[in-house]
């Protein structure tokens, strides 16, 4: 079996300050633990989700993951707490919170885990700071989503970040959230199973469109999801191009099918079929093993339906460990140690779990 790198996965802390007392005003996220190894986020009084241990507790994802051949997760905030929408220095206190909660879990298990941050997106100037007190933490990249706001990903404000993070080397999730059209939709979940999809090609859209990938062409920039509908979709994408460049190439004239293989989309499709035509589109170095854990929507079996799959051994070796490494620029010999430093390793981690 190949060893894994899982590259979208969502933690979150234990406990979480009373951010509605601390700021004085309402709908941040806290969570009520209603019962031994579960809690519901709440929004105010509106129940958002409810979360088990394996949200919050890293001893035992790793044990959960590592029965699916996973040594290694990249994990995240859930976007529900970006709070974009908050008042920017309050922004930026909750990002540095939840920044110093990955970076403690990291430095645990360094082996284990890698912290992608989050940033006050709604302020350049502080989402720049944190930026560079992330780097100095040791955290490779960022989570942003694919609206601001409801601000496009190709706005003005959002380029310095982007600058930013490449000359920092840090990398780029973009996770989808804030579903366009969720108020017209939320019978039968369609705010998940349709406006994801489409929110993540309207990040990777706005983002080609206004030129991103021409201004800043050392930017690494994962589209999670697969990409979203953006792949499915590049024909008709690349048509509308074609036939109305006075409407779609107003800030960037080259081609959307030029950026295939340029940035990176993690695996989540659950169909072998969609991902055959995702790895056509993208090649293997482009494609990261990602499972959304531990959400139930997600890969949950991490990769399993990859392992079935009819692909050459170097490709599933790119899907579970290369392309990731070359999205965060990571070694490795950081994170894949011999048998015996392995056995050590679990170990430490069943002694630190028991305390």
Same mark, same amino acid.
């Given at each position: ?12 802390? @234990? ?15 806290? =969570?009520?633990?209603?019962? !031994? ?24 994802? #790793? ?49 284990? *885990? #890698? ?15 944190? =930026? ?8 490779? /990249? ?8 409801? %601000?496009?990903?190709?706005? +003005? ?33 369609? !705010?998940?199973?349709?406006?994801? +999809? ?9 983002? #080609?469109?206004?030129?991103?990938? @021409?201004?800043? +062409? ?8 697969? /990409? ?12 509308? *191009? ?10 960037? !004239? ?17 169909? +072998? =079929?969609? =991902? ?35 692909? !050459? ?5 790119? #899907? ?12 490795? @010999?950081?994170?894949? @140690? ?8 679990? %170990? ?8």
């Amino acid at each position: 079996m190949h060893p894994k790198i899982d590259m979208h996965s969502h933690i979150m802390p @234990e406990r979480l300050p009373d951010w509605a007392d601390k700021f004085g005003y309402d709908g941040f996220i806290h =969570l009520v633990h209603h019962k !031994p190894g579960f809690a519901r986020m709440m929004q105010g009084e509106k129940f958002f989700r409810e979360i088990a241990s394996n949200c919050w507790e890293p001893g035992l994802r #790793i044990r959960e993951y590592d029965t699916h051949g996973t040594q290694v997760q990249v994990v995240c905030t859930i976007p529900v707490l970006f709070s974009y929408w908050a008042k920017p220095a309050d922004g930026l206190d909750i990002s540095m919170f939840l920044n110093d909660h990955l970076a403690e879990i990291c430095s645990l298990y360094p082996r284990h *885990y #890698i912290g992608l941050a989050t940033v006050p997106m709604q302020d350049t100037d502080l989402a720049i700071q944190e =930026l560079e007190r992330c780097k100095k933490l040791g955290l490779p /990249g960022i989570q942003i989503g694919s609206n601001i706001n409801n %601000k496009n990903l190709s706005e +003005p404000e959002f380029m310095p970040i982007y600058e930013a993070c490449e000359s920092l080397g840090l990398a780029i999730m973009v996770h989808p959230w804030n579903m366009m059209g969720k108020g017209d939709m939320e019978k039968y979940w369609l !705010p998940w199973l349709v406006g994801m +999809p489409a929110e993540t090609s309207r990040a990777a859209c706005s983002m #080609i469109f206004s030129g991103v990938f @021409e201004k800043y +062409p050392r930017l690494r920039v994962c589209f999670s999801h697969a /990409g979203g509908s953006f792949l499915p979709t590049i024909g008709r994408i690349a048509h509308g *191009y074609e036939c109305r460049p006075d409407l779609v190439a107003v800030d960037n !004239p080259v081609h959307p099918r030029s950026y295939l293989g340029k940035f990176w989309v993690d695996s989540i499709t659950h169909d +072998p =079929l969609l =991902l055959e035509y995702v790895l056509k589109l993208q090649g293997s170095k482009r494609v990261c093993l990602g499972s959304d854990y531990p959400f139930p929507l997600g890969d949950l079996d991490i990769g399993k339906f990859i392992e079935e799959m009819d692909l !050459p051994s170097n490709v599933k070796e790119d #899907i579970f460990v290369n392309a990731t490494l070359e999205w965060l620029d990571l070694k490795a @010999e950081d994170f894949f @140690e011999s048998k015996h430093e392995e056995r050590s390793d679990r %170990k430490s981690i069943a002694q630190q779990s028991e305390r």
